[in-house]
DNA sequence: CATCACATGACAAACGTTTGCCATTCTTTG
DNA sequence: CAAAGAATGGCAAACGTTTGTCATGTGATG
């Protein structure tokens, strides 16, 4: 039961009958060994079972190989779709991925980018909740790339808002609203503040009112809250902060006795699971959540190894997935 | 950009005039050194921001301080659940989870272990697709806890579904039904066959007639085939796999014009998220994922640091959600 | 007052790698 | 054929910790 004794490199060299640094290169620097010798280290290696210790290398070199990614609730499934994403292109990159959950709490991220930092080469830190200052000195210390957040000096992957809200915006001035009312989010949720913006830009555009209730808790949980609120207003076009508030806003909409979308159309962000199979299906801007995490992880992986100085910022598209949620003007 | 040096020990020992060692003591084995001592070499190391270099201390004292989780499938929320209890636990045990991906892939299962046994001090396998002898193997040279799966000589977290299974006939009787469908997932699924294996159990019991068609894909893309497969066999009760396909066969059936529950009832397991909000509502045996989660790191760490020889296995209850998709048989 | 035990801190050896440097051998070139 | 240079392998130092062992100083005990 108790782990049993790895071989390492010594045991390999002995075996193999050439010294430890020669084992060392056969694997890291091929180049530097003569091929027929290497083939007959590879070979004993394999025979030994020897893979090499990645705490040992790390030491020496400082290269973890490792990548952290926080997230602010991993049970989201947005998020869901972040972390696929990443995983995947750090796992074809031949890197480790550590998942980390914030729990939507600043202070629980700051911890784990401390307790974490030595540990990997670099963070993606997803939504992140951290205050610009506290992100700026966390990018000092280690490689970071932001999703869904920008602050000034750190590398960043973010969805297409601008234009998004505006699709949003054009799609139910079309069905003849004529007034909006916003569902929002946490304060501290950079993309909150930007859809905000940018529906109201877009409302200008088609001089709509926009009006914007909150915070609500962005669960499943804060839908009722959210859904009798709005409906005491007596809005035609409510935009929820994203999707899990949306449903949450559709079910307690349901419950009251008011269809969707005859009396009210229902609109979220994120297009995650759920959203297609939810009744009625819902109207969403989606995302391209596993190419941010796989970019995020590139960009990552450039920052920490190939030393760019520069941060660099990418701006990945979002179109609106137009479902059930979402009708006429009555 | 390129991450600043990080104070190691040497450099909090000559800023208190200590050794290192006495630095190093006042952390792991504070009774080992006096009281004051100890204040002032903490103080000193909160001054310089020392944080003791994970690796290093994992290469003398061969313990990393982590563990792997791994899954067939990230983006299904069921293992979202699992991952939550216990990202959970670890954190709560101030220990670093690693998330992997294995894509419902015994190959990429096991090259995962491979590559991160020495990096890790044990593993949790949840749904593992490893045949018994590897997983032994891995567990020789690992501390490793499954979740649904069971092998003998390794310690194990399961549903109880001898109790969940018997719990979904006698609902499907109680409502009329006198035959079953079972849509099978992937054959080397364990508790695909400990579903079966209760399913037909229980069904004895009732003196009911059950078949079984399959394998399908346990993900909504394996719902077309098996709703076809389940209409033209003229089925009124089928039990889905998982959630997954259930919602699958739903939205296939009311591609097709069926009406569920009237013409035909659906039961799912899992009962992730998404099944309470899809149409109708899924009736689905639920489980205690984060608990599985939580208890499997719990048990995890027990196996890896306390040396207890003796494999464990938890049997954690079930219990049916009874919501829309299940009716009296027309 | 001498002895003993104990508390405390320092020294140094590991842990498993990587890597700079040197020594040897082989190949090339004039 | 000699000299220069390249290819190749070994030695040893480092990476930042932990921990066994030893030396010192303190207080207690006889």
Redesign the interface.
């Known amino acids: 039961?108790?782990?049993?004794k790895?071989a390492t490199i010594t045991d390999v060299a002995r075996a193999a009958g050439v010294a430890a640094s020669t084992v060392s290169r056969s694997f890291t620097n091929p180049d530097r060994v003569n091929v027929t010798t290497r083939e007959h280290v590879l070979e004993i290696a394999a025979e030994l079972g020897y893979?090499?210790?990645?705490?040992?290398r790390?030491?020496e070199s400082g290269r973890?190989n490792t990548f952290a990614l926080l997230v602010p609730d991993?049970?989201n499934?947005y998020f869901?779709?972040i972390?696929?994403g990443a995983?995947?292109s750090a796992?074809a990159a031949g890197r480790?991925?550590?998942?980390?959950?914030t729990k939507e709490s600043a202070a629980t991220e700051q911890h784990l980018v401390?307790?974490?930092?030595?540990?990997v080469d670099g963070f993606v830190l997803a939504a992140s909740r951290l205050p610009d200052d506290d992100l700026r000195k966390a990018?000092?210390?280690?490689?970071v790339t932001l999703v869904n957040r920008a602050t000034r000096g750190v590398s960043c992957v973010v969805a297409d808002y601008a234009s998004g809200t505006r699709q949003i915006v054009d799609h139910l001035a079309s069905l003849g609203h004529r007034s909006l009312l916003v569902l929002g989010g946490p304060p501290e949720s950079w993309s909150g503040a930007r859809r905000w913006a940018g529906l109201q830009a877009a409302a200008e555009l088609h001089e709509m009112k926009v009006r914007r209730f909150g915070p609500y808790s962005p669960t499943l949980s804060g839908g009722p809250a959210a859904a009798d609120a709005a409906l005491a207003a007596g809005a035609t076009a409510v935009i929820c902060h994203n999707d899990m508030l949306a449903?949450g806003v559709l079910?307690r909409l349901q419950e009251r006795g008011v269809s969707v979308p005859e009396q009210v159309s229902v609109v979220g962000f994120d297009d995650m699971?759920?959203s297609a199979?939810?009744?009625p299906t819902l109207t969403t801007l989606a995302e391209r959540t596993a190419d941010a995490g796989a970019q995020a992880i590139e960009m990552l992986g450039r920052?920490?190894y190939e030393?760019?100085?520069e941060?660099d910022s990418l701006v990945l598209p979002t179109h609106l997935v137009v479902r059930g949620s979402t009708g006429q003007v009555a």
Chains 1, 2 share one sequence.
């Not at 480790?96 to 959950?101: A, K, Q, S």
């Not at 401390?114 to 540990?119: M, Q, S, T, V």
């Not at 990018?139 to 490689?143: G, Q």
Request: aromatic share 2%.
């Open positions: 039961m108790s782990p049993r790895r893979t090499p210790n990645p705490m040992a790390a030491l973890t991993i049970t499934p869901a779709g972390i696929n995983e995947r796992a480790t991925l550590v998942i980390g959950n401390k307790r974490l930092g030595p540990a990018a000092e210390l280690n490689a449903i079910r699971f759920g199979i939810c009744t920052l920490a030393r760019v100085a941060p």
